[in-house]
């Protein structure tokens, strides 16, 4: 079955640098991967979307990728902020289903 | 506009009990989803409604377990009798028309289950 790897630890990063979180997947490639946020005591909050067949997604300061021989896709987040900080999630879709990973706390120090 | 919402945001009960969540969507969104994040584990799908019809239920952990989403708006979610491990976090995301579960999902606050 599909299994989703996010680093387990949490990730400090110094304001103003670029934090980069890694996504790894063992199966089968999706056919999209999305990116959350998600807030202590809140719900995830959608905010990039990138297909099987795009290798970069671009969207203000963050970027994605997607690496279908790798089964990786990465996140960034350049001139890192302070409210940067949170659990990012990514999301496999493939046929109609979704597969969270558990997500990576993401602390930028000021 | 508002977002989805969820009631109660918080609930204990005691194993045998039963408990119901509802979900309020936003407005006009044909899609509803459930989902439930037990501690330690990542967020798992749960079901799927387009208006009042379930699309898919694969994910529905056993018969204790009912949906319902009466008249195409709000959702809500039973557990009867209740059990230990229910304990979690159950989520409600709501997408506009089109179905596909790609679709950009708007999740609300979660209510926090804890079974004693």
């Known amino acids: 079955s599909q299994k989703i790897e996010q680093n387990s630890e949490a990730l400090n990063i110094q304001e103003g640098k670029t934090a980069t979180l890694t996504c790894n997947y063992t199966n089968y490639s999706p056919a999209y991967l999305q990116w959350y946020r998600q807030d202590p005591g809140r719900g995830p909050v959608f905010l990039l979307l990138i297909r099987e067949n795009e290798k970069e997604k671009r969207k203000e300061r963050l970027k994605v990728t997607f690496d279908t021989t790798l089964k990786q896709s990465l996140f960034h987040i350049t001139a890192s902020q302070p409210a940067d900080s949170a659990t990012y999630l990514c999301?496999?879709?493939?046929?109609?289903?979704?597969?969270f990973g558990k997500g990576t706390r993401l602390h930028i120090l000021p | 506009e508002a977002g989805v919402t969820q009631f109660p945001s918080h609930s204990v009960i005691e194993k045998g009990q039963t408990v119901t969540l509802r979900c309020d969507p936003i407005?006009?969104?044909?899609?509803l989803y459930w989902y439930r994040r037990v501690m330690g584990k990542e967020i798992k799908f749960l079901l799927h409604f387009v208006k009042e019809s379930k699309q898919d239920e694969s994910g529905m952990p056993n018969n204790r377990f009912l949906a319902e989403r009466t008249g195409g708006t709000y959702s809500t979610l039973k557990v009867q009798p209740a059990e230990l491990e229910d304990s979690g976090v159950y989520f409600c995301?709501?997408?506009?028309?089109?179905?596909?579960?790609?679709?950009?999902?708007?999740f609300g606050p979660g209510t926090r289950l804890l079974v004693l």
């Open positions: 407005s006009g969104h044909d899609n």
């Open positions: 995301a709501s997408s506009q028309a089109g179905g596909r579960i790609q679709e950009t999902q708007y």
């Open positions: 999301a496999l879709v493939r046929d109609d289903k979704i597969i």
